[in-house]
């Protein structure tokens, strides 16, 4: 399957598993692997910094950060081919949310959980290479929360928001309850502006918000401040 002419997500996804079995990692029937075995952050300071994997140069405290993967997709796929490389650098750093390429809702559902199971297995692999993940909660349509079975409960869990459509809809908060009702998380890393819809269903269900600067907001502020 190509979602992007320079990556074949069939042998990516081979390959990733293949590297996952022999770290000890089950690979589950479905492709995805069970990830519920290693240790996850269950808080996060409120002083961290968030930088994109991209800018992750620009980082002050390499060890109060934590890099994420809320990029544009064509850069998360060229991340794909050189992943040995990208988990050097992330060692750096004191955390990494989860790999992140978007499982579009107008995409199928073949196609959906095509780009999930690269997200999980790209988790496994930093996991088993010692890296803190932050899982993301990122799924598609409500037919692939399933994919957040990969992860124990009660964990913190990174929530991308940065240019998403800020309209909440009821769909939109059924699909925000059923990730709530599987991940049960102790703590939601915002980065972007998050919908005042699932800030209210997060605060409804308990779970603390800890607000984190997108990078864009950051440069137009410093830039508004030096004028």
Same mark, same amino acid.
């Given at each position: ?7 074949? !997500? ?5 390959h990733f598993q293949e590297l996952l079995h022999?770290?000890?990692?089950? =690979?589950?029937? *479905? ?6 075995? !290693? ?7 409120? *002083? ?9 140069? /620009? ?17 998360? +796929?060229? *991340?794909?081919?050189?992943? *040995? ?8 750093? @004191? #955390?990494?949310?989860? !790999?992140?390429?978007?499982?579009? %809702? ?5 196609? /959906?959980?095509?780009?999930?199971? =690269? ?7 930093? %996991? ?17 929360? $399933? ?11 990174? !929530? ?10 009821? #769909?939109?908060?059924? %699909? ?10 102790? /703590?939601?890393? $915002?980065?972007?502006k998050m919908s005042a819809g699932d800030r209210? %269903? ?12 997108? +990078?864009q907001t950051r440069c137009r502020k410093k830039?508004?401040? @030096?004028?």
């Amino acid at each position: 399957m190509r979602i992007h002419r320079h990556i074949n !997500f069939f042998k990516v996804a081979e390959h990733f598993q293949e590297l996952l079995h022999d770290s000890g990692v089950r =690979i589950k029937n *479905d492709g995805f692997p069970d990830l519920t075995d !290693f240790d996850y952050p269950k808080s996060i300071p409120h *002083d961290v910094e968030m930088w994109p994997y991209s800018k992750r140069n /620009q980082a002050q405290k390499p060890r109060n950060t934590i890099i994420n993967f809320f990029e544009a997709d064509p850069i998360l +796929y060229a *991340d794909l081919n050189t992943i *040995d490389k990208v988990i050097c650098n992330l060692a750096l750093y @004191r #955390y990494a949310t989860g !790999f992140d390429i978007s499982p579009c %809702l107008n995409f199928n559902i073949e196609a /959906q959980q095509a780009a999930l199971v =690269i997200n999980a297995l790209t988790n496994g692999i930093m %996991l088993s290479r010692g890296i803190a993940v932050i899982p993301t909660l990122r799924t598609g349509s409500i037919e692939t929360t $399933s994919y957040l079975n990969c992860y124990p409960k009660h964990i913190c869990y990174a !929530f991308g928001a940065l240019g998403c459509n800020q309209r909440y809809t009821s #769909y939109g908060q059924l %699909l925000t309850a059923t990730k709530l009702a599987l991940c049960e998380p102790t /703590q939601v890393i $915002s980065y972007g502006k998050m919908s005042a819809g699932d800030r209210e %269903l997060f605060y409804s269900w308990g779970v603390p918000v800890l607000d984190i600067p997108d +990078y864009q907001t950051r440069c137009r502020k410093k830039a508004a401040e @030096r004028k």
